[in-house]
């Protein structure tokens, strides 16, 4: 490409982050720092039953013994735990019973972003959890799920609430120890959402969950856990924004899906955490354990990512396919731009019959970035007849990027059939001069390539998250092309 | 329409075309020909826009307007338009989208009306009819098989 065709490309991929506001709010915040205390007064905090505490203490005492994880392709300095702070709530004066009732400059905040809580005005069918640092401020369309059965509130709501379901669910597909993040995230996760679908029902609308970090120096900790009962099925759609600041900040979540006899999750994401600016500085440390067992027969779990935010993404969205004949599904894009990392994928293990498995991967690096796939497929000795289909992509713009692909591949079982696609490819001077003469301008041709592209994992999207991850891409890629 | 005088065209630091002059009038039809390698392509790139081409002489008027004034796309826009002697793929964009989008970029730089999604189907199907073109070629793209199980 010559050198006015890379200038453009770049400077399509240096558009600027427009949700990098902050919010002035009056915020409850903990002093930065994390012992024993920190998470006593965290449980306090959110007036939380004795067992939870119990929980929370043994996760952190775990953490004290664990190290951090050196194996994913990325580097950061060393991050300093005594430095974040663990809490942090906009202050509100008693419990809200109703949207009239949060501060109206977190509803604005949150028009800012385009997600109104306002439920008349809300997009028909989403309804909406919105978490604004460490809480959430406000859940819509409550009263309509209730009716069904269906309980969709946050995390600290349902531990209050719900506290059989939680205890009975909470850790099971990701145990405090499975990993240094999911033992931090244990220990201290502030808030998220929490879904249970009831035998038989259909959720009648996606459900979704908007994260937004505000505050300075804290951390985001957010805890994630669906259950859909026999029959049931339900779509739901998390999205996330930050604002731009010089320091880098924490966000570890942990999402865990339970999938029983027959029911079926869809899980879609649109990360847009704040990347730091063009040279690198600042962003979000997005360290995330996303896992969802396909406990019952015939269940299905899809995750559909679209990861185009965030310093470092280190994330898995993994299936457990534990019951027989069932189906996990991973469709991701992530782009990373300017010195962006990004080392994400998907486990998928078949231990029941007849499990099957497919994994879409489509990477695209620009700028200084580099892009990793790190993939698992394993087979176990008892699931015979079990299939995967993965296809991993990776697509160029500019020369000073770098694509990786790391499949492994663990097969107990010789019935297991197992196939592997991998590409890697780069957006040429003739496709975009090709398009410039159909009279496309290079910002909308890069566009258009990379649509194309991503289109096999864009399908996967509900409409009006499709929409928004075309328009999220051409921003990511602003100023990169080549 | 078009006026082409002394053009002068090089490639990485080699004269392909040497001094080349054409009037090309309104409604008429012109036929270059020439022997493998002898410049007809570089020509026809360097009206359309293409950058690796070096234009070391000349000058070319298109519609009234200084050519090498305009980037591709406007030369496009303003109704320059090259058939692909290789046609390049775009993996994932089908045919129909992308003549969709190229014909509402043009409207756009006219300041005509933009054709919606329904009408711009409905219009090719018509055309397509008239020139007998399989309506299948619409919807295909430089695509994969797509894998579900
Ligand atoms: N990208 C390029 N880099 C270097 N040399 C080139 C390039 N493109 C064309 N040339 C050279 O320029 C000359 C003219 O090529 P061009 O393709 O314009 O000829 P043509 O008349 O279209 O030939 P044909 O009849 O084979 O299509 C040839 O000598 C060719 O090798
Ligand atoms: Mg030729």
Not at chain 1, 444 to 469: H, R, T, W
């Amino acid at each position: 490409m010559s050198n006015t065709e890379i200038n453009e490309i770049e400077q399509l991929a240096n558009q600027e982050y427009k949700y990098g506001f902050v919010t002035d709010i009056d915020a409850d915040t903990f002093p930065p720092g994390l012992n024993e205390d920190v998470v006593r007064a965290l449980s306090a905090k959110k007036e939380e039953p004795e067992w939870m505490l119990e929980l929370r203490l043994k996760a952190y005492r775990q953490w004290l013994k664990m190290v951090e994880p050196q194996w994913p392709n990325v580097n950061y300095p060393p991050v300093d735990f005594q430095a974040i702070s663990y809490y942090s709530a906009p202050k509100q004066k008693k419990k809200l019973n109703s949207l009239d009732e949060v501060d109206p400059e977190i509803l604005s905040a949150f028009a800012k972003l385009g997600i109104p809580l306002a439920e008349q005005k809300i997009l028909a069918n989403v309804a909406v959890d919105a978490v604004f640092d460490s809480v959430s401020v406000a859940t819509t369309y409550k009263a309509k799920l209730n009716e069904m059965g269906i309980i969709f509130c946050s995390m600290s709501e349902a531990i209050r609430e719900h506290g059989d379901l939680v205890k009975k669910y909470l850790g099971s597909v990701v145990p405090a120890a499975d990993n240094y993040y999911s033992a931090l995230n244990a220990a201290v996760f502030s808030d998220g959402s929490f879904v249970y679908i009831p035998k038989g029902v259909r959720c009648p609308m996606e459900l979704s969950t908007y994260f937004r970090i505000n505050a300075a120096n804290t951390g985001q900790f957010e805890r994630t856990l669906i259950i859909a009962d026999d029959y049931s099925y339900v779509s739901y759609l998390e999205g996330c924004t930050a604002p731009m600041r010089d320091e880098n900040q924490l966000h570890a979540a942990v999402v865990e899906l339970i999938a029983m006899d027959n029911a079926q999750i869809k899980y879609s994401t649109i990360q847009n955490w704040y990347a730091g600016d063009k040279n690198g500085k600042g962003g979000i440390y997005n360290f995330v354990t996303k896992r969802g067992n396909c406990k019952g027969v015939n269940s299905k779990i899809s995750w559909t990512q679209v990861e185009t935010g965030s310093a470092i993404t280190w994330k898995y969205p993994s299936c457990l396919l534990t019951g027989d004949n069932s189906i996990g599904e991973f469709y991701s894009v992530a782009v990373t731009n300017n010195h962006q990392q990004a080392d994400t994928g998907t486990k998928m293990i078949h231990i029941g019959k007849n499990t099957k498995s497919t994994i879409v991967s489509k990477g695209i690096s620009a700028g200084f970035s580099n892009n990793t796939y790190r993939g698992l497929v394993r087979i176990g000795k008892k699931a015979t007849n079990a299939r995967n289909y993965s296809q991993c992509d990776s697509l160029l713009i500019g020369d000073k990027c770098g694509a990786h692909t790391f499949p492994y591949l663990e097969v107990s079982n010789p019935g297991a059939i197992v196939e592997h696609e991998a590409t890697t490819s780069k957006i040429g001077a003739d496709q975009i001069f090709y398009l410039n003469q159909r009279g496309l301008a290079t910002e909308d041709a890069v566009s258009m390539i990379v649509n194309g592209y991503c289109k096999e994992v864009f399908k996967e999207l509900p409409m009006e998250f499709a929409v928004e991850a075309t328009k999220l891409l051409s921003i990511s890629l602003e100023g990169s092309v080549g | 329409m078009i006026e082409i005088k002394n053009l002068k065209v090089a490639i990485d630091g080699k004269e392909i075309l040497k001094g080349v002059n054409l009037t090309v009038k309104p409604g008429e039809v012109h036929a270059i020909m020439g022997p493998n390698g002898s410049g007809k392509s570089t020509l026809a790139q360097v009206l359309a826009g293409k950058e690796e081409y070096e234009v070391l002489e000349g000058s070319v008027t298109f519609n009234g307007k200084d050519l090498f004034e305009l980037k591709a796309e406007d030369r496009a826009r303003e109704g320059m338009f090259l058939a692909f002697q290789y046609p390049i793929e775009i993996p994932g964009v089908s045919n129909v989208n992308l003549l969709k989008t190229a014909v509402n970029e043009i409207k756009k730089y006219r300041g005509e009306e933009q054709i919606h999604a329904l009408d711009f189907l409905k219009m090719i199907k018509e055309k397509m009819k008239l020139v007998e073109m399989p309506q299948d070629l619409l919807n295909r793209s430089g695509e994969r098989r797509f894998f579900r199980w």
